[in-house]
């Protein structure tokens, strides 16, 4: 089955400053990449996704990034506010369900 | 956009009762539900697949006499911790793929907190 990992699992950046995370996944037949964004006690949230078929995808500050050589996924924020502060999860879809990475709690220092 | 329900948000309960957990497509068919369990400062792990009119698929490690899984509609999904004890106490949530023109969009229920006593 499908195998994703996520680093890293906790970043702290201040302010304006940008944040990166990165997911690796072991199926080469998954096709469809989420991101999620999970506040303490609620649901996950979409925040953005791309397909395999696309390289780049950007949504105001946020971007994600796919090389589907290397099998890697990278999500971007620019510009970081403190409401940005959330738990980040990548997923992918290989076979109609979500694998989910670890998880990455990031910090926004005002 | 696509709202998935759940029911209750909350539970409290004994050891050795079972709790239900009900999971519903608000405003779209979903033939295909998933449950979730995350414990905190953990990631959501995959339990079951929900077929609406087959039996439900369990991962790995899932006992599925234990944790009873019923999609009764295209729009409900039920799952029921059955004999329910302190290790089971977990967040449960579930989610609904919706079709759309080039991709599966998944979206999450409000989740259930669980706290077996």
């Known amino acids: 089955g499908e195998n994703v990992e996520q680093h890293p699992s906790t970043l702290s950046v201040q302010e304006g400053d940008s944040a990166v995370i990165k997911c690796t996944y072991s199926d080469s037949a998954s096709n469809y990449f989420p991101w999620y964004k999970q506040e303490l006690g609620k649901r996950p949230q979409l925040i953005i996704d791309?397909?395999?078929?696309?390289g780049e995808k950007k949504d105001q500050r946020i971007a994600v990034t796919l090389n589907k050589t290397a099998k890697h996924f990278s999500l971007h924020i620019t510009e970081t506010q403190p409401e940005d502060s959330a738990v980040y999860f990548c997923a992918a879809n290989g076979v109609g369900q979500l694998t989910f990475g670890s998880g990455t709690q990031l910090t926004v220092l005002p | 956009g696509a709202v998935v329900s759940q029911h209750p948000s909350w539970v409290i309960c004994k050891s050795g009762t079972s709790v239900k957990i009900e999971c519903r497509s608000l405003d779209f068919q979903a033939t295909t539900m998933f449950w979730y369990r995350q414990f905190p400062k953990q990631s959501l792990m995959l339990m079951a697949t929900?077929?609406?009119?087959?039996?439900?698929?369990?991962e790995q490690g899932v006992e599925k006499d234990k944790f009873l899984i019923n999609h009764a509609s295209l729009t409900l999904s039920t799952l029921t911790v059955t004999s329910a004890h302190p290790e089971d106490s977990s967040f449960y949530i579930c989610s609904a793929p919706r079709s759309g023109r080039d991709q599966e969009t998944q979206y999450f229920g409000p989740g259930t907190r669980l706290l077996v006593l």
């Open positions: 929900s077929n609406e009119g087959s039996k439900a698929t369990y």
């Open positions: 791309i397909r395999s078929n696309v």
